[in-house]
């Protein structure tokens, strides 16, 4: 696991967009794993300005997004669909048929989760999987558990979480759903690589803790320990706890 310590938020996500656009332009149909949450936005905009300044390319690439709210459509500005739209996928020329997400409205939840397993697996794998992390040490939706789902599937959020994506819902934690699907901690350390970004001192004992702490099913960050090629740009604040 490495630490890479960077000034600010913007350094941060100017050596992510970095990673993404050295693995674009070393193998071009690289398949990438993608958060959502507050933390990666500058690095999407970072990565629409390398596309139309630089000509960065996304037209053989493929992504899967980490995770989605269940009972939300993508029409909904509070999905990630939207969210996504909003912050990469309109800017880009990733071709939408390649762009995953899950489905929050699917009829059978545990079906859409099987399908989006079988779907990864199908495209080759995660290549570059880019996570957050959340102020209690989630990873994706994995939230802190007495045990934790390897595979896609179904969770119930916890108050925080819900309250972490308030953001998204105009403030009001009460408009935030209470269930999501999301990768499992499988899914995620089944990615050659993994790259987590954090920033900001709500982020230092989930850091602490993820770095240095025991794996723990109590913070799911943690098991990024096991995975051999982890990096996390963190800044200061978000560090203060290695110190
Ligand atoms: P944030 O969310 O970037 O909005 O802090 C991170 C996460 O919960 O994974």
Known sequence: ?????????????????????DLLRARPTAVLGLPTG?????????????????????????????????????DHPGSYHAYMAEHLFNHVNLPAQRAHLLDGLASDLDAECDRYEVSIVDAGGLDLQILGIGANGHIGFNEPADGLSARTHRVALLPESREGNAVFFG?????????????????????????????????????EAAVRGPVTTRVPASFLQLHPSVEILCDNDAAAGLR
């Open 1 to 21: 696991m490495i630490v890479s310590l960077c000034s600010d938020a913007a350094a941060i996500s100017e050596l992510a967009a970095s990673r993404v656009a």
């Open 38 to 74: 507050r933390t990666p936005i500058q690095m999407y905009a970072e990565l629409v300005r390398m596309h139309k300044e630089e000509g960065l390319d996304f037209s053989q690439a493929t992504s899967f997004n980490l995770d989605e709210f269940v009972g939300i459509g993508p």
């Open 171 to 207: 403030g009001r934690v009460a408009d935030v759903p209470r269930e999501a699907l999301s990768m499992g901690m499988g899914t995620i350390l089944k990615a050659r690589r993994i790259l987590l970004l954090a920033t900001g001192a709500g982020k230092r004992d989930a850091i």
